[in-house]
């Protein structure tokens, strides 16, 4: 016997279509479930848990959240790294900036307080 856990997206979709649970399919698994409570009451009506399972697994899909490799995964990492890093960077020359930005504007008003004295 296979739990309706276990099905793959096709399969929950035939459930769905026919409203009814192929012999070899039970509902073992759920009552471990987070929405276990939800899930129960629908417990006379397999087509409505398999929508809710389909839904499920569609998102974990398009979100690839099953599907990644560890290879995928520490590419992920890695460019989520050099994002940082470009990030850091960025700010670094912006304080730059900002310092010699003040520096020139220190000087300039130095040279108008100068000017300012010597007009008197």
Do not use: C, W
């Amino acid at each position: 016997m296979k739990s309706i856990l276990d099905l793959n997206i096709d399969e929950l979709k035939k459930i769905v279509e026919n409203d009814s649970l192929p012999l070899d399919v039970n509902l073992t698994g759920l009552e471990e479930r987070k929405d276990f409570q939800k899930l129960f009451r629908f417990r006379s009506s397999p087509k409505m848990i398999a929508s809710v399972l389909v839904r499920e697994k569609q998102k974990k899909e398009v979100r690839g959240g099953s599907h990644d490799t560890e290879e995928v995964k520490r590419k992920r990492l890695e460019l989520k790294e050099k994002e940082l890093e470009l990030k850091k960077l960025k700010a670094e020359g912006t304080s730059y900036q900002l310092k010699q930005l003040f520096k020139l504007l220190s000087e300039v008003n130095q040279k108008l307080d100068f000017l300012i004295r010597r007009e008197k």
